[in-house]
């Protein structure tokens, strides 16, 4: 079968037909059915059909084998996060003349698309997914639930965007997972980060929680960070001994990500110990932590704009820049913000028009635009938090008619 395949290839390959190849050889119906796997060969004939071929049939069949041990350690090296072998195995794999029409190509695809979600490839990993369903309705077990995870990490990764399929829509996808036929217990980790962005802190933890007894079993440092940081973000401190032990917890963990050179690490949780200081309305620490964040972040990356719009937001928030300073910072995030992201634009223009003192149209933007934004993408979060002060503003205004009309809409986030 393996042979089979591999004389079907290099034929089509060459564009030889079945009749060419086989004079004064075989039959040209014997080697049809050799070539789908239904006979055999005798070594004599497939040396004389290989020559003809100009193949060393011997190299081939090895290389052949080799596909799936490397296809399988591509895989490993992404779910560690190993960035120099994940590159290194991507260029061999590329080099592998078969591995587009062999029977491993429904896995190389998957793994491509996974490739692709690593690098933040949005776009690709969308295309390679339609691609594997259009192309393999037949996928092994194996296959099926690394399709599923992928699919689900894709709507993760898309979350709160204007690509955004709802915060429930991974979770579902994810929950069809077979761990028994799957075997790779690192999706865990984005089940919990599923439920994490639905809200659900129970599910949240105790799936990240099996994430992290994952990571640390397989050596997974990075990964295992990644699982606490998660478990650490379900918790509400409720007195300040709660919220000192919690920082705490997070300064152990960013000493943790120093220790393994895990550096985007340490980005996260200095921006989650600003997220934390901002909800305690403690606003010059947040600034102070968001800030640390964002000079180390690449300032062409998405999560730049995200950590510059906090920092500004926080230091507005404090009175803790002069206004002229202020609606400087945020013209600028606003023009880094128009060519990235249209949620992250229309959250500078409201800290614009706010920083102006603008009221009417602050107002009539938020009710006309960013409302409506938020809820078609799925961000709860700013859909209740601008919500709120629109609702005071129509209470203010005795215009409660749409103040009841909007409370309704808060209470089915």
Not at 53 to 81: A, C, G, H, P, T
Not at 320 to 338: F, P, R, S, T
Request: aromatic letters at 14%; glycine letters at 4%.
């Amino acid at each position: 079968m393996l042979v089979g395949e591999i004389i079907r290839y290099y034929r089509e390959k060459k564009g030889i037909s079945q009749s060419k190849l086989v004079e004064g050889i075989c039959s040209k119906a014997y080697l049809s059915r050799f070539e789908g796997g239904k006979v055999d060969f005798s070594p004599e004939t497939i040396s004389k059909l290989s020559e003809r071929l100009s193949i060393n049939i011997n190299k081939e069949i090895e290389s052949f084998k080799r596909i799936q041990s490397r296809l399988r350690d591509w895989e490993y090296s992404i779910v560690m996060l190993n960035s120099s072998l994940i590159k290194e195995i991507k260029l061999e794999l590329e080099k592998m003349p078969m591995i587009n029409s062999s029977n491993h190509a429904a896995y190389y695809f998957l793994l491509t698309a996974r490739y692709y979600l690593y690098q933040k490839m949005l776009p690709e990993t969308k295309n390679t997914i339609e691609y594997v369903e259009k192309n393999y309705p037949t996928l092994s077990n194996y296959e099926k639930n690394l399709l599923l995870h992928i699919k689900g990490m894709y709507f993760l990764n898309t979350f709160r965007t204007t690509e955004s399929e709802g915060s429930l829509t991974a979770v579902k996808i994810l929950k069809q997972i077979n761990i028994e036929e799957y075997n790779n217990e690192e999706y865990y980790y984005h089940l919990a980060l599923a439920y994490h962005y639905a809200n659900a802190k129970v599910q949240a933890y105790s799936n990240a929680d099996l994430a992290l007894q994952f990571f640390n079993k397989t050596y997974n440092y990075v990964n295992a960070i990644n699982a606490q940081t998660l478990m650490l973000m379900q918790f509400e401190s409720g007195n300040d001994i709660d919220f000192l032990g919690l920082i705490n917890k997070y300064k152990d963990l960013i000493h943790t990500s120093e220790v393994v050179g895990a550096y985007e690490n340490q980005l996260v949780l200095l921006n989650n110990i600003g997220e934390e200081f901002y909800n305690k309305e403690e606003y010059e620490q947040a600034a102070k932590f968001f800030e640390q964040s964002l000079i180390l972040t690449n300032n062409a990356s998405i999560d730049y704009l995200r950590r510059f719009y906090q920092y500004i937001e926080a230091c507005m928030e404090g009175n803790l820049l002069e206004n002229k300073k202020l609606i400087e910072k945020i013209d600028k995030g606003i023009k880094l913000a128009e060519k990235q992201c249209p949620i992250l634009s229309t959250l500078f223009t409201l800290l614009s028009l706010k920083s102006k003192n603008n009221l009417n149209q602050y107002f009539n933007f938020l009710a006309d635009v960013a409302l409506p934004l938020f809820k078609s993408t799925n961000n709860d979060t700013y859909y209740e938090q601008y919500g709120k002060k629109l609702y005071s503003h129509y209470l203010d205004l005795k215009q409660y008619k749409k103040a009841v009309e909007l409370a309704q809409n808060l209470r089915q986030i």
